[in-house]
């Protein structure tokens, strides 16, 4: 897809949170960066930075230092946010499958809401949404394995259709040869 296909997307996805007016759109595009992501390759970035998700699926797991996948704590895809964090709570981001994201940095995050106030009912939004998904999967651990699954499936549509079931059964904290029966 081109450049001005994922400009369209990302143009999309932040006006359907706020109105973009022409000068913050333009400010916008110069700060973004479109990266492309291999399936398998890590997303780096420094604390507070910005990845929207254009294509594919980003998987977010605890990086406990082994050469084993680690635990499934999310999974980002099209039209979602990544704050980074992981600086601080000992995760990581690979892509699951070919990605594609604007990338945003703190520094320039900083300058689009020095220059543009109403970027802040955008980065608001950002937060809130990261935030709640963090919390669905919490409300997941108390359903029985059963409801979990109907209910990721729901929430989760991309993840459920292209993802292994080895990482939805990490995600939702059942053993993969059990979820494969429910």
Known sequence: MATVNYQNLLFETLQNLAPVPPDLWADILKVTEIKPYKKGRHLYAQFLDLHIILEGIII????????????VIDFISKKQFIIHTEDVDGSYFKADCDAVTAFISRKNI????????IFANHFNYLIAAVLNRRSFRGKLLNMPAK???VAFAKEYPEANFHCSISDKSSFLGINPSYYSTL
């Open 147 to 149: 409801e979990r699954k």
């Open 60 to 71: 977010k797991r605890w990086d406990d230092g082994g050469a084993i996948p680690n635990d």
């Open 110 to 117: 900083g300058k689009l809401l020095e220059q543009h106030p």
